[in-house]
């Protein structure tokens, strides 16, 4: 088993969850069941999956995990890409939580070979 409080990418994860629901909570009042709700939810998957997977006892699993970790963050990154398109949010909101959203895509990714190796 690993530790996950020892992992970068979910320490990341954790910071990003925080800036997430800074920006939903500005989203309008109609979309707190919609939007809102899916962002928070698929922030909140990315460093609970790291976790969980730290838990499972071979590399195979945890990379399933980490594999979910990541699809999450594809699709936290869509909504962000969807309030921008819907002008929810103004474009200098968005960069850099995208740029935060694709480092942690790229960590995750690589973390996912080196356990494969």
């Known amino acids: 088993m690993r530790n996950f409080r020892e992992l970068e990418i979910w320490k990341e994860a954790r910071f990003l969850v925080k800036d997430i629901y800074t920006i939903s909570k500005s989203l309008p009042k109609s979309e707190r069941f919609g939007l809102v709700s899916q962002i928070n939810r698929c922030a909140i998957s990315i460093p609970a999956n790291i976790a969980e997977g730290c838990g499972k006892y071979s ?59």
């Open 59 to 117: 590399n195979k699993d945890f990379s399933r995990f980490l594999q979910i970790s990541l699809g999450s963050a594809y699709e936290l990154e869509t909504h962000i890409i969807l309030c921008l398109d819907l002008n929810f949010v103004p474009k200098e909101a968005t960069i850099p939580i995208i740029d935060k959203i694709h480092r942690l895509q790229k960590r995750i990714s690589s973390l996912i070979k080196y356990n494969k190796s």
